[in-house]
């Protein structure tokens, strides 16, 4: 199906927004549409480069679970790196003298007091999955968002933002009911609200619903299908069963598998939820647990899904578990991260950084796996890289634009200043009893806990990784 471009709205979006006709019987809302901006830029106007010419990791091409089309759709190319499924939305961060009820309908009734009066654009950002498309894009990946915004001024600015950045935006308007109510194709907003003591709470509409969302969509448009067909990656969190039905989710990841795409799934807080969810939920987070090829959790997480608590052994099980998960990525906070594959288990602690905001670190840190896995990077080398963009982003306010930016990563990397704790690790690994390798970076090279742990210098690990995002900081000065 051929894709039709268009480039984003243009109006100013400090104009008030001018109400839409709901849609009417007979009358069904307009076509889907693909956004891609004319050029691919930089917030400050420079040209963006595209990723450097990577080789897939060879786990992405080997023999899927059903004898499946290897290709990127009707041409065969897979022009996008990342695709990113739904969680569009834009967050609206607000200072308020006390956090939102705890009742249901008091916190409804709360949310759309705050909906009545829309808010300055000052307080706008661009949230969800567009913190991972912004981290992603800045080391040099090219990123489309798949998912559905209105026609609103909120639509109106994500489209504008993303374009700034460079990411391309497939709609999501096809096989939609033209009797669903007007709210229901709006952008999804969520109120960010921050007492006095700087404690944050959140809503949405999306927590006053017991369908989807966009409970319009009952299968996967064609557009989006041919948009995944042409991606490297497709990334799917938790959050995108709070937009779609649990279907219109497996959907897309046969879809990536039929086509040869490689799918990242991070269950995210929802996981837990989805796992005592309904019987549609429960089959649909199985089907990305075990089918997707990389795995991204929280240690706590990870211990909710497997009631293993060590993080390594919950991992293991995770592995175990999946048809073709290749890794499993445990993210540690603080500590540090750690990966584990069939037959290895790597750690990286963090770099000692100044935390300002930790929102939009753990997408920026996916967006590093990302480039990680296109590059064939080492295990050791990818986290390193992932810590180093995700802490790059809690050194700032907020996620949205504010997230992770080249020359602070960079920065991290040549300091290679780490919050290294021997003890942590060892007991982590400890009680592994398979016989496999396990790395860990370290501020120095020395002798290890045992023969089967191979310490890694980060001098050697920032070595391999600076000339790669170097390149890409200089394509985009050339630019």
Known sequence: MALQTLNPYR????????????PRRGHPPPQSLLHLPPRRRLAGGAARPRAVAAAVSGAVNEARRRGAPQDGGEDGRKDTDLATLGNLC???????????????EERKAYMERLAASPPDQKFWEAGGNCNLAFAAARLGLSCSTLGHVGEEIYGKFILDVLQAEGISVVGMLENTNAAACHEAYETLLCWVLVDPFQKHGFCSRADFSEEPTFSWIRKLPADI???????????????????FFPDVIA?????????????????????KSLLHGTLDEQRALEHALSLSDVLLLTSDEAESLTNIRNPVQAGQELLKRGIRTKQVVIKMGSKGSIMITKNTISCAPAFKIDVVDTVGCGDSFTAAIAFGFLHDLPAVNTLTL????????ATGCGAGR??????????????????????????????????????????????????????????????????????????????
């Open 11 to 22: 109006q100013a979006a400090a104009v008030s927004p001018a109400p839409s006709p709901a």
């Open 90 to 104: 834009v967050d609206v961060v607000l200072s308020v003298p006390q956090l939102p009820p705890a009742p249901r």
């Open 225 to 243: 299908r041919t948009a995944i067909h042409h991606s490297k990656i497709l990334f799917c969190n938790g959050y995108a069963f709070d937009e």
């Open 402 to 479: 504010n997230v992770a930016r080249l020359d602070k990563v960079l920065q991290l990397l040549r300091e290679a200043d780490l919050n290294e704790e021997d003890t942590l690790w060892a007991e982590l690994v400890e009680g592994n009893s398979l016989c496999i390798e396990v790395s860990i970076l370290s501020g120095m090279a020395r002798n290890g806990f045992s023969e089967r742990i191979v310490h890694v210098p980060v001098t050697k690990v920032v070595s391999d990784l600076l000339p790669m995002l170097e390149a890409v900081e200089r394509s985009a000065v050339q630019a």
């Open 386 to 393: 992932a810590n180093a963009v995700g802490a790059a982003t």
């Open 251 to 271: 959907s897309s990841i046969d879809c990536a598998i039929d086509s040869g795409t490689a799918v990242f799934f991070d269950p995210g807080p929802r996981g």
